[in-house]
């Protein structure tokens, strides 16, 4: 894992806006995986700044959004398709025709339709950069502890504790969804990088969990121990729990003398 620490939030989304233009500026097809939730919204922040003031163009992007909610319409203000449209579809340059997510109705067959945005994902490519938040559970996506590391996308019970967190989004009287399909844990393993973004002392322990806890389904994001690429940006707050605090800012450094020696390396 590639950890790095950041004074404040707003350089974790800076960053992070980064390495997703580094991605669409050097690729003929980039596939994007994305997230929704509080912390990526500053990060698509950056991305309708850079297109608007620097032209990074996202025509030629496809992108594959983690989870939705099961059976709710694209146009309900809840759907994770609304959210995307409000903080990056609708004000970039992006093909929406080439952008997917996880849906299912009630008269569709989660299993068939899980599998059919699998290989959807295999037909574009796979996913180059899969953008990822964290739960305070240790969440990823909506694999919620004791997810299969295996797990592939697929219908899944949201867990009290995430729904009492998302329960602030919702107003009084509108219906909060308790089932979502989701990508597997497996799903974003396969993405050929990983960046998750944490921030504030709420993901203090589940950073430190995923970072130097046991590999363990109690702890979904422990598996990207096992990614060869995943990146990790963090703000001090979210870092707080972690012992080992100074290494991770050194062995940053070092990484960026070796990055300025021989250019910034990536194997998308
Ligand atoms: P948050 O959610 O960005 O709203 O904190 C992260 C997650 O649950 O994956």
Redesign the pocket.
Known sequence: MQIIIFDNAEQVAENAAQWVSELIRNKDKPVLGL???????SLYKQLVNKHKNEGLSFNHVSSFN?DEYHNINADNAQSYRSFMKDHLFDHVDINQSNTYLPTCSNSQNPREQGVSYEKKIQELGGIDLQI?????NG????NEPTSSLASRTRIKTLTQQ?LT??SR?FNEGEEQPTMAMTMGIATIMDARYVLL????K??AKAVNDMITGALSAMCPASALQMHENAVILLDKEAASDLADHQYYQWADQQHRKINETYGFYHNY
Request: no cysteine.
């Open positions: 997230a929704t939730g509080s912390t990526p919204i983690l990822l938040g964290i739960g305070a969440h990823i996506g909506f995430t967190d998302n989004l973004m944490a921030t504030g709420n993901k």
